[in-house]
């Protein structure tokens, strides 16, 4: 299904800014 595949890709976009931002108030507390 082409739907899942959208899901899938926007799981993956969400997942990597969140990693982001929790790399970035690591960064910030040291």
Do not use: G
């Amino acid at each position: 299904m082409v739907i899942q595949e959208v899901i899938k890709e926007l799981n993956n976009q969400e997942i990597a800014h969140s990693s982001a931002v929790e790399y970035e108030q690591l960064n910030e507390a040291l």
